[in-house]
């Protein structure tokens, strides 16, 4: 089986020796080259044609926002996982490189006290990726998993009954290459009758930042959730890193409550929190949706939603970054249906209605309420 050949473009020797080493003791990768600004870096994808590029943000001469550009620009498709720093300029940056083509991130090591803790960190969060976003058959690619065999043929679940406007709230998970689609989801979408709830794997920093580009670029309301926050019609609040996000039904309507529970999926947040709660809060009321991402965060999320007569839909495998999430929600017979990223807001739409819909008149909210 021929190995992962990666290059590695960053600006620091240091940075390109540590993972240089860590990616080299990896018997799946193999380190093919290294550039030390986004311009070396292109004429060396030129020359060596490597299966993924690792790459920084800040560079002289030619930096990593304006190198993914250039790639994508030229047609290249070619993996390109950026180098961030976990600081409020460096999320903004990473936010703008995923937007200009780059297909996830891995946050430099900070504050750890040695090379050897550097090391590890960088580990745990950059090989997974690079074995997700280049596929080998046979090698693992989510701690804890087992290599994937042949992929199971797609069931899709046999939709329930549901009265015109029975839907009270919409879920939405995503990871690597979700900040696009959640944004080219969003921005796709009418004005909903029901508010929308969003984990999308990010630290801290990260999540506030990515909530604040969505709502300056959309003509709905995004914020990062809050403890106790109620949800309203037609908002957007995304859970903030580090924090699971969990949907809750009072008095007061649906609101919002944020814990430091355990990680789930190696993950917090975690969509399976998410979904969860949502199916408790409102039962068949709900629609989840997952879209790209690495590991199976969702899927066990997903079984409560349905268990309790709510609907999950799944990003389709040719449109995701990484059809790891939505597959396997897919593979579990638990989607009703599973669609390009482009054709998800109109079935979403078609679902839930819109403000402008008769389907919610007072007579049609009132009738097809919470189950």
């Not at 495998?317 to 998800?344: F, K």
Request: glycine share 10%.
């Amino acid at each position: 089986m021929a190995r992962i050949r990666v290059l590695v473009v960053d600006d620091s020797v240091v940075i390109r020796k540590l993972v240089s080493d860590l990616l080299a003791e990896d018997p799946d990768i193999e380190v093919v080259g290294t550039a030390v600004n986004g311009r070396a870096g292109l004429q060396k994808i030129a020359l060596l044609k490597p299966d993924l590029v690792t790459m920084d943000v800040e560079m002289p001469e030619l930096n990593g926002i304006e190198t993914v550009r250039s790639l994508r620009q030229s047609g290249s498709r070619i993996p390109v996982i950026m180098f961030s720093t976990l600081t409020e300029r460096g999320a903004e940056a990473t936010l703008d490189a995923l937007a200009a083509g780059a297909s996830d991130y891995v946050p430099k090591p900070a504050n750890v006290g040695s090379v050897g803790r550097s090391m590890e960190q960088v580990r745990v969060a950059l090989i997974p990726r690079i074995k997700s976003l280049v596929h080998r058959p046979g090698v693992v690619s989510t701690p804890g998993a087992t290599p994937a065999a042949r992929p199971a043929p797609v069931v899709l679940r046999t939709p329930s009954p549901r009265p015109a406007g029975g839907h009270r709230l919409l879920v939405i998970g995503a990871s690597t290459g979700g900040p696009e689609a959640l944004s080219t989801l969003l921005s796709a979408l009418p004005p909903l009758p029901v508010p929308i709830a969003v984990v999308q794997h990010m630290p801290p920093l990260f999540t506030t930042q990515f909530a604040a580009r969505l709502n300056r670029q959309l003509d709905v309301e995004v914020t990062e959730a809050t403890n106790g926050q109620v949800l309203r019609p037609g908002t957007v609040c995304i859970a903030p890193g580090e924090f699971h996000l969990e949907v809750m039904s009072d008095k007061r309507g649906l609101v919002t409550r944020l814990t430091q529970d355990p990680p789930e999926n190696y993950c917090r947040p975690a969509v399976d929190v998410l979904f969860r709660s949502a199916a408790a809060a409102v039962g068949g009321s709900v629609l989840g949706v997952v879209l790209t991402g690495m590991g199976a965060d969702g899927a066990k999320g997903s079984r409560n939603i349905v268990d309790r007569g709510g609907a999950v839909l799944a990003q389709d495998q040719h449109t995701s970054v990484v059809w790891g999430m939505p597959g396997a929600v897919t593979n579990a017979g638990l989607a009703e249906r599973v669609l390009p990223l482009s054709e998800l807001p109109a079935e979403i739409t078609r679902r839930l209605g819109h403000v402008n819909s008769p389907l919610n008149s007072p007579v049609n909210a009132v009738a097809g309420g919470a189950r």
